[in-house]
């Protein structure tokens, strides 16, 4: 059942700075994509059956524009150390451990369960170097009924043999086989090409993937500018780029005509920042990662006004946890830290833009996703927010920030995907 009518406080984006709020209200969806809102059920919809959630908040759903799914299983250990200490201490191990068809089986079940049940609706997810693994990934992602992209991840220099390609011309071709299996086999689950970053990609492999991403017309997903480190490793590996993200542009892995997500971006220079806006890249935010791992805190309110396009991100597992309504609670409270400490010319950012990330922002990478506009696909997610107990009556933003600060994903009680009813 994909056409239907729901009831319930709608809460939305209305542009970066304002939400769209309407209680007590009625949206209609036909064939999973949303009518819009109203007050009254519109005549011409009145035969659909209609799904009443009270007084319960309806979200649009969230989207996840940058998580590592191998990851999961080790999240929240080694946040005491900076990201190329902690990729070489537990990224790569764990990683190493995705050879095993098993481990990788259990492991990626794990992980899906927890994203089905969060507020995330789609996502951009890193997955390893090994076939097998990522294809196990992508079915448990297909049973789901989520709306992903996923990468089987490259890397063939700087980094432990056990997650290294054996050489150019294997990597590429399994990655070749892997595209194909995955465009014959799934639905809702696309691959996207995935580079793991500059330091642990050769120019060859960088070039390949290049060939890979025109001939089968994919996306493209990895991280730049993250810590200031990788930053001057980039400059001695490629010194002829005029900044990171030039290093990618020479080997037309930095958008364009394709859609790019890039993570991070932290320490992203006025070069780069031009060469973001100029080929449409997404920055996938992830304020967490970057504090847990201190690779800083990123001005995001300047790249909103700047007119980029910026989605948030959890990052398990420098993020420690899935949910995005603490990926927001972590953007607000890294931002006014970055506001008050370092340059108060960059505005904290505001529960709204918060939300228009988590939503809007990083839902554009996916289309007319994030919004309950007409002609939008409809994902949601339900929350019932009657356990956080206030002596007051509270407005529909107040409950949203409630919701936000004391996040809790157990207190969904619905989600929708492209109209389908998850649970």
Not at 19 to 33: D, P
Not at 232 to 247: F, I, N, Q
Not at 357 to 366: I, M
Request: proline share 5%; net charge negative.
């Amino acid at each position: 059942m994909n056409s239907f009518i729901i009831r319930g406080n709608f809460l939305e984006s209305k542009n970066p700075n304002q939400f769209s709020i309407a209680e007590n209200s009625y949206l209609s969806v036909t064939n999973g994509i949303s009518q819009g809102i109203s007050p009254v059920i519109p005549e011409r919809y009145q035969g659909l059956p209609l799904i009443d959630f009270d007084d319960r908040m309806i979200l649009p759903g969230m989207t996840d524009l940058h998580v590592h799914a191998p990851q999961f299983a080790f999240r929240g250990l080694g946040m005491d150390m900076e990201l190329l200490d902690w990729l070489n201490t537990y990224a790569f191990p764990e990683e190493a451990k995705y050879i095993d068809l098993s481990y990788a089986t259990k492991a990626y079940q794990g992980f899906v369960a927890s994203l089905l049940h969060s507020t995330t609706t789609r996502a951009a997810i890193f997955g390893t170097v090994h076939v097998p693994a990522t294809l196990t990934l992508m079915d448990e992602l297909e049973r789901s009924g989520l709306r992903t992209c996923v990468g089987k991840v490259n890397m063939d220099r700087n980094c432990p043999d056990e997650v290294r390609e054996r050489d150019v011309e294997t990597a590429l071709r399994e990655t070749e086989q892997w595209i194909q299996a995955a465009k014959s086999r799934f639905v809702h689950t696309r691959p996207i090409i995935t580079p793991r970053f500059i330091p642990a990609c050769s120019d060859a492999l960088l070039a390949g993937l290049k060939s890979l991403q025109r001939r089968f017309d994919l996306p493209i997903q990895s991280h730049l500018s993250e810590n200031l480190g990788e930053i001057e490793w980039v400059r001695s590996l490629h010194p002829e780029a005029t900044c990171y993200g030039d290093a990618y542009e020479r080997f037309g892995l930095f958008g364009g005509e394709n859609p790019c997500i890039m993570a991070h971006c932290v320490h992203s220079g006025d070069e780069e920042l031009e060469l973001i806006h100029r080929n449409g890249v997404f920055i996938a935010h992830s304020p967490e990662s970057n504090i847990n791992l201190s690779s800083g805190v990123a001005p995001v309110s300047r790249y909103l006004e700047l007119g980029l396009h910026v989605g948030l991100a959890s990052d398990v597992a420098g993020g420690s946890n899935i949910s995005l309504l603490q990926a927001m609670m972590h953007a607000i409270q890294a931002s006014k830290l970055r506001w008050r400490l370092l340059d108060s010319g960059v505005r904290p950012l505001t529960l709204e833009q918060a939300f228009y990330l988590a939503t809007v922002g990083g839902g554009a990478f996916f289309g007319k996703v994030g919004r309950f506009q007409e002609g939008y696909e409809f994902d949601a997610v339900v929350l019932d927010d009657s356990s956080l107990f206030h002596p007051q009556p509270l407005n529909l933003r107040s409950r949203l920030e409630r919701a936000v600060y004391l996040a809790d994903d157990r207190n969904i009680t619905a989600k929708f995907v492209a109209g389908q009813r998850l649970f």
